[in-house]
Nanobody, 115 residues
Framework: QVQLVESGGGLVQAGGSLRLSCAASGSIHSINLMGWYRQAPGKQREFVATVSSSGNPNYGDSVKGRFTISRDNAKNTVYLQMSSLKPEDTDVYYC?????????WGQGTQVTVSS
């Protein structure tokens, strides 16, 4: 089993920044993909960003150029630095870990961007 604990969500004004963190623990394979999805009530889940265990990032079109994903393999932690935030970035952000043994999701952390 794998546990994911997210932190760093909150309320920020448009144009501001936030940093999300997600620490993974448990049975973690050395080769995996960690990242973030987001979803608001009544909306479809949206891909935000992932980063491979070798450090290769991938971003959703709506966040390219504004968000930066990184990870610390020694700590099994992934980070999402969000800048130039917009009201439409308001969502619950879910940490994910994908590996051969299975796919895991965190509980989610709320990000609210006020206009």
């Amino acid at each position: 089993q794998v546990q994911l604990v997210e932190s760093g969500g909150g309320l920020v004004q448009a144009g501001g920044s936030l940093r999300l963190s997600c620490a993974a623990s448990g049975s973690i394979h050395s080769i995996n993909l960690m990242g973030w999805y987001r979803q608001a009530p009544g909306k479809q889940r949206e891909f935000v960003a992932t980063v491979s265990s070798s450090g290769n990032p991938n971003y959703g079109d709506s966040v390219k150029g504004r968000f930066t994903i990184s990870r610390d393999n020694a700590k099994n932690t992934v980070y999402l630095q969000m800048s130039s935030l917009k009201p439409e970035d308001t969502d619950v952000y879910y940490c994910v870990l994908f590996q051969a043994k299975g796919n895991y999701w965190g509980q989610g952390t709320q990000v609210t961007v006020s206009s």
